[in-house]
């Protein structure tokens, strides 16, 4: 049966359909993976090391082809779509570079005892439900730690990214990781279910939405199996009254205006002070209106489509809703009346704790801003949601705005800018956001045994 579909969100033309596994090809993965993993935990991590460098390579050599191809398979500006392949491979060569050294073992005190030391060991095969909106990026963060570790990968990529989810598989596989070590299924929800309760997985990791990750940490939360998750999120970026208004309405607005919003961790709640906030509005306005819409393979695009006529209807929806329920709409929230998956990125104001888009994600390019008159009502307001993703706050007063983003409930904190994401450094969120970290040696440590070996004298 036909279950993965690549149809261009420019067009709205199908590309190409694909098959999802049967019952025994399922049965068939989940061997391999599992018979694959002796072989792959026995290989040397300076091994394991070589090949995601060469990954890495591949991903920068072909950074342009694999740009192209998630243009088109989700609509990403080419330019950006470039970036993510760039950035892909900075991860593949960061965990190359630092993951032997994270899996050395630690001695500690031994308390008592001739030795009491701490391995670091992979725990089996992983399964990985991967979301369309960043299709290489988010793959690696998952990927590369846990190849690197010595745990087998079972990739269930989201439904419209089949293309570029075989071309990641071909990469790792060129780059000399087994096939059974990482195999990439197109697989059905119930069968991923299937997969995730069989005793042979040991772990789960998703990013995608609430209701996805609800229904995967049910499943292996009844089956004792480790999960990671990465879900939505409503970020608040506080702009302080010292601040350059303009400047930083002109930086929020391109951010809000990357990948056409589809970002878990974008700016989606901008709260400045009431006194400025007419002007600040100003700005938003006028970049959003001013933003070239259209085909993302022109490279003087700044919005592409969003990743189908579905989601971009969704948003669309969302915007007609705050409006009906009394928000004031500055531009905008349209669908365009073209093929494709198109809208015209809005701006909303007026939106009150009784209206839906207050608390909702809205997954899409629009701009939702507050005004405050204080800092402790610009901290309520930035934590009264159920997310807790990312926050930022912008001020030329580094002590002070560090204070007010100490207070933000949210996993990552950031000052004068907002989503960055390296390697190095940390993923993740509280409360509906998920939990779990990824990236950096945090994401080296959540899918392992941390064993203790302890030796006594005879």
Not at 203 to 229: C, F, Q, Y
Not at 285 to 299: K, N, Q, R, Y
Not at 354 to 377: L, N, Q, R
Not at 383 to 403: H, I, K, P
């Amino acid at each position: 049966m036909a279950g993965y579909t690549t149809t261009n969100p420019t067009t709205g033309r199908t590309d190409k359909e694909f098959t999802t596994l049967d019952g025994a090809a399922v049965e068939r993965v989940l061997d391999r993976s599992h018979a694959a993993f002796a072989d792959w935990r026995a290989t040397s991590p300076q091994e394991r090391a070589s090949l995601l460098e060469r990954v890495a390579d591949a991903y920068d050599e072909r950074s342009r082809e694999l740009g192209e191809l998630i243009a088109v398979e989700m609509g990403k500006p080419l330019q950006q779509a470039i970036g993510e392949a760039e950035l892909a491979g900075s991860i593949y060569r960061w965990y190359a570079t630092h993951g032997p050294e994270l899996l050395q073992s630690e001695q500690l005190d031994p308390q008592g005892a001739q030795e009491s030391l701490v391995q670091t060991e992979p725990i089996g095969p992983l399964v990985g439900v991967m979301p369309w909106n960043y299709p290489y990026y988010q793959v690696a963060r998952f990927v590369a730690p846990n190849l690197m570790v010595g745990n087998t990968i079972i990739l269930k990529h989201a439904e419209i990214c089949a293309g570029s989810s075989e071309v990641m598989a071909q990469i790792l596989h060129d780059a000399g990781v087994p096939r059974d070590a990482y195999a990439n299924v197109f697989a059905s929800h119930d069968q991923i279910a299937d997969m995730i309760a069989d005793p042979r997985v040991r772990g789960v990791s998703l990013t995608g939405s609430e209701k996805a990750g609800a229904a995967v940490a049910e499943t292996a939360g009844k089956h004792l199996k480790k999960s990671v998750l990465e879900l939505g999120g409503s970020d608040p970026l506080i702009v302080l009254d010292d601040g350059d208004l303009e400047q930083v309405a002109r930086t929020v607005a391109t951010a809000r205006l990357s990948n056409a919003g589809q970002a878990c961790n974008s700016p989606k709640r901008i709260i400045v002070p009431t006194a400025r906030l007419e002007a600040f509005v100003a700005t938003i306005v006028e970049s959003f209106e001013a933003a070239t819409i259209g085909d993302p393979l022109d490279e003087d695009v700044d919005v592409g489509p969003l990743s189908s006529v579905g989601a971009r209807d969704g948003v669309v929806d969302q915007v007609q809703r705050a409006v009906q329920q009394g928000a004031t709409l500055h531009t905008g929230g349209q669908a365009l009346d073209r093929d494709g998956a198109f809208m015209q990125p809005a701006v909303l104001t007026g939106v009150t704790e009784d209206m839906d888009a207050y608390a909702e994600e809205i997954f899409g390019p629009v701009a939702v801003i507050h005004g405050v008159d204080s800092e402790d009502e610009a901290v309520t307001l930035a934590n009264d949601v159920d997310f807790g993703l990312s926050g930022s706050v912008w001020s030329t007063d580094l002590e002070r705005a560090q204070a007010v983003a100490d207070r933000l409930d949210v996993g990552m904190a950031y000052i004068n800018e907002h989503g960055t994401t390296l390697p190095g450094l940390p993923f993740g969120g509280v409360k509906r956001s998920g939990f779990g970290r990824e990236l950096g040696r945090w994401g080296m440590g959540e899918f392992v045994n941390v064993r203790l070996r302890r030796t006594s004298a005879a």
